[in-house]
């Protein structure tokens, strides 16, 4: 079974409102394995969304449309669908009142003390040929048609009012079979060298069908099954295979974060951790503390931004600072020694260098940046240059300094080897 | 002229990521007054994606299409284009390779001290009847052909890659009509309530037209002409209006920032921040430290995630702990006097709460924070109850903190009233 998503609205097309509907349908749709083809944006616009649903409808089985069932002018669901249900006839289908539907909404408004306003009477209307659907949370109800061999179904689209109907009136109407999937995650390598780890796996005519996205420098690779003969077994065989290939740099799997995956292994050993930041100002503590239940393994950390509070703080030598400057190997260790000590934690890192767009020299070009890792038995201080604005500079600086820790945490082998071995640009 | 957008990728149809790209585009072409016509999305399908693109011509001037540009067999946007191009013609054009885009690649690689991997080489290639369009900053090239009389251009799916694409090879090919506009940001009000505010501005027949839109708590409006009759004027009034309505929650216009304004109000007097955080686990710091600049006025900051931290390294007293527990007014005010005493700073922060999803109480449940403002001769501590789960609590804490310095460095009669009429739901 294929599916389509049609979203209507202003709002959407002028790039206003995030379109969290189709995104929300696409990941219900994913997770009872029915494929979705294709979803599209238009207006309010009546010829435009009568013309998308008899598209769309000739490409899917099962259309969902959301929006445009409110009572105002621009709300033109209803004469939309009663334009493609009459397309090719000659002639437009009536209008309906249904009676069930106004005496529902005369009663949504007298229960909250309102006399019903004329202008949502017209809500109670459907073209002969489709049924009104009812919604239990708000005034619009929705609207069911088969256009050709498709079934097309229109939703409200107030989130709240949508996804109830949702499992109400569509999801009875799919067929029940999860699309095995699952998802494997790496940072430290770019997209095309993972990629290219995976060699083959990647055709296009594999069951089960890999395909790899990089967001945020985190490269995710996706194991779906094409169809049922892509057993349970197989998925796991793939990730569990995908994760070898991508050693070191995998660190989970599904909705695991890179910053989970450090607290796991912290978990794990019972042992704690600590963060000195400079250039990030805060962004590697926060995004540890994203993750819920961080309090058991994160202690806490200084921001040291400006060079006194390096000194003051964290003990950092004047001497050194004038010497090296904030942005160097030396400074990197005694700010990851320094928190370690002045926090009493097992585990701690450091990061200082240049996010730009200033602040750059020949010597240390924006993009610098010295991470430092200690550990009980353990320390290690690394030179990287990270490409991009300032944004991506820091998001890659603190997210370095968390996949460091995490590979020399987890594994021994690694400390002396891997640190030294990441590629400079991260 | 009239405009469509194509985003391409499996993570999108999944439901795994957000078309972030489609709403900016759709932005920047309202901006310019390029009506857009259609939004579509489609899977890592070459057959679909040709077939997408053409009918996209049928019905646009301009097709902007994004992602499926990289160098891995799921990126299909190159042949998709090819497919496109040949059809009807019985026959598919060559695939032609670009010598000045193959060098630039293999530059790219090179500049990072690494030896382009095989597989980009084919991110070199293009069609013919198509050219190639340069990515300064990604290995990406774009593409661009005309199909009928449309003009198609591919651009790479990340954003930073995306957006400067954009501008240097789209925003010139389109109608230079500028549309006058503005945009005044809020913070600490609800987008209805700022609306409510702005009463018959948002009517829809008006000139220049009013729109509100809201992301991550901060609350925009757009003020934009509909024609050449919005004088530059009617526009710069409409916004000043609009600042006073919005008094004292709006902070800024255009590209400024919640934190931007906080900095600047701080440059202007010369004097210094420092930030305790504890929920939000550096997130302020974060949020305070993207802003380039930050050094001059933000000194650091201390993470006191754990209660010995809070007590070691901001001289909060244990029995003060011990008696009202981390998240209380005196621990609050404690951090912010303590952070600001340790570091010499003019001006403190401190946030303390229950960000969740675990550890509420019925006596403090989660959301509950406590945010602690301090400076010269003044001193604030103020309760609050967010709602959402842990990332907004944490989110809109942050901007909290930011934006009540802001205003009580801006303005001394908010010291006394403001601080305390604030929402407590934020």
Same mark, same amino acid.
């Given at each position: 079974?294929?599916?389509?998503?049609?979203?209507?609205?202003?709002?959407?097309?002028?790039?206003?409102?995030?379109?969290?509907?189709?995104?929300?349908?696409?990941?219900?749709?994913?997770?009872?394995?029915?494929?979705?083809?294709?979803?599209?944006?238009?207006?309010?616009?009546?010829?435009?969304?009568?013309?998308?649903?008899?598209?769309?409808?000739?490409?899917?089985?099962?259309?969902?449309?959301?929006?445009? +069932?409110?009572?105002?002018?621009?709300?033109?669901?209803?004469?939309?669908?009663?334009?493609?249900?009459?397309?090719?006839?000659?002639?437009?289908?009536?209008?309906?009142?249904?009676?069930?539907?106004?005496?529902?909404?005369?009663?949504?408004?007298?229960?909250?003390?309102?006399?019903?306003?004329?202008?949502?009477?017209?809500?109670?209307?459907?073209?002969?040929?489709?049924?009104?659907?009812?919604?239990?949370?708000?005034?619009?109800?929705?609207?069911?048609?088969?256009?050709?061999?498709?079934?097309?179904?229109?939703?409200?689209?107030?989130?709240?009012?949508?996804?109830?109907?949702?499992?109400?009136?569509?999801?009875?109407?799919?067929?029940?079979?999860?699309?095995?999937?699952?998802?494997?995650?790496?940072?430290?390598?770019?997209?095309?060298?993972?990629?290219?780890?995976?060699?083959?796996?990647?055709?296009?005519?594999?069951?089960?069908?890999?395909?790899?996205?990089?967001?945020?420098?985190?490269?995710?690779?996706?194991?779906?099954?094409?169809?049922?003969?892509?057993?349970?077994?197989?998925?796991?065989?793939?990730?569990?295979?995908?994760?070898?290939?991508?050693?070191?740099?995998?660190?989970?799997?599904?909705?695991?974060?890179?910053?989970?995956?450090?607290?796991?292994?912290?978990?794990?050993?019972?042992?704690?951790?600590?963060?000195?930041?400079?250039?990030?100002?805060?962004?590697?503590?926060?995004?540890?503390?994203?993750?819920?239940?961080?309090?058991?393994?994160?202690?806490?950390?200084?921001?040291?931004?400006?060079?006194?509070?390096?000194?003051?703080?964290?003990?950092?030598?004047?001497?050194?600072?004038?010497?090296?400057?904030?942005?160097?190997?030396?400074?990197?260790?005694?700010?990851?020694?320094?928190?370690?000590?002045? +926090?009493?934690?097992?585990?701690?890192?450091?990061?200082?260098?240049?996010?730009?767009?200033?602040?750059?020299?020949?010597?240390?070009?924006?993009?610098?940046?010295?991470?430092?890792?200690?550990?009980?038995?353990?320390?290690?201080?690394?030179?990287?240059?990270?490409?991009?604005?300032?944004?991506?500079?820091?998001?890659?600086?603190?997210?370095?300094?968390?996949? +460091?820790?995490?590979?020399?945490?987890?594994?021994?082998?690694?400390?002396?080897?891997?640190?030294?071995?990441?590629?400079?640009?991260?």
């Amino acid at each position: 079974m294929k599916a389509a998503i049609l979203s209507i609205g202003d709002e959407l097309m002028l790039g206003q409102t995030a379109d969290t509907n189709a995104i929300w349908l696409s990941g219900r749709l994913a997770d009872v394995g029915v494929e979705c083809v294709q979803r599209r944006t238009v207006s309010d616009d009546c010829a435009m969304q009568a013309s998308a649903m008899r598209e769309l409808a000739d490409v899917a089985d099962f259309v969902i449309v959301t929006g445009g +069932l409110g009572p105002t002018d621009d709300d033109l669901t209803r004469a939309a669908l009663q334009q493609a249900i009459g397309h090719g006839t000659g002639s437009l289908p009536p209008m309906l009142e249904d009676g069930v539907m106004l005496s529902r909404l005369e009663r949504w408004f007298a229960e909250r003390g309102r006399v019903m306003p004329a202008i949502n009477r017209r809500q109670s209307l459907h073209p002969a040929g489709s049924e009104a659907l009812p919604n239990e949370v708000g005034t619009a109800p929705g609207l069911r048609a088969k256009l050709g061999n498709a079934t097309v179904v229109c939703l409200p689209g107030p989130p709240r009012e949508m996804h109830p109907m949702y499992e109400q009136c569509v999801a009875p109407l799919l067929p029940v079979s999860p699309m095995k999937c699952g998802m494997v995650h790496a940072f430290g390598s770019g997209e095309s060298s993972l990629a290219e780890c995976l060699g083959d796996r990647m055709r296009r005519d594999r069951n089960p069908l890999v395909g790899t996205t990089a967001s945020g420098s985190v490269v995710s690779a996706r194991v779906r099954g094409r169809d049922q003969a892509a057993s349970e077994a197989a998925i796991e065989k793939e990730l569990s295979e995908i994760e070898s290939l991508w050693k070191p740099f995998a660190f989970g799997r599904g909705s695991t974060t890179l910053a989970g995956s450090l607290g796991a292994a912290l978990l794990q050993r019972k042992q704690t951790l600590a963060i000195a930041e400079s250039c990030t100002g805060g962004l590697a503590g926060s995004l540890v503390t994203a993750e819920s239940g961080s309090s058991t393994w994160f202690l806490g950390g200084l921001v040291t931004y400006a060079n006194e509070v390096k000194r003051d703080m964290c003990d950092v030598p004047q001497t050194m600072l004038d010497q090296h400057g904030a942005v160097s190997e030396p400074v990197a260790s005694a700010l990851a020694q320094g928190v370690r000590k002045k +926090l009493k934690a097992d585990w701690a890192a450091s990061i200082t260098g240049i996010a730009g767009p200033t602040g750059g020299s020949d010597d240390k070009p924006v993009g610098t940046v010295w991470i430092g890792v200690c550990g009980p038995q353990f320390e290690a201080v690394r030179r990287f240059r990270f490409p991009g604005d300032r944004a991506t500079v820091r998001d890659r600086a603190a997210k370095t300094a968390i996949a +460091l820790l995490r590979m020399a945490i987890t594994d021994p082998s690694n400390r002396v080897s891997l640190l030294w071995e990441w590629p400079v640009d991260g």
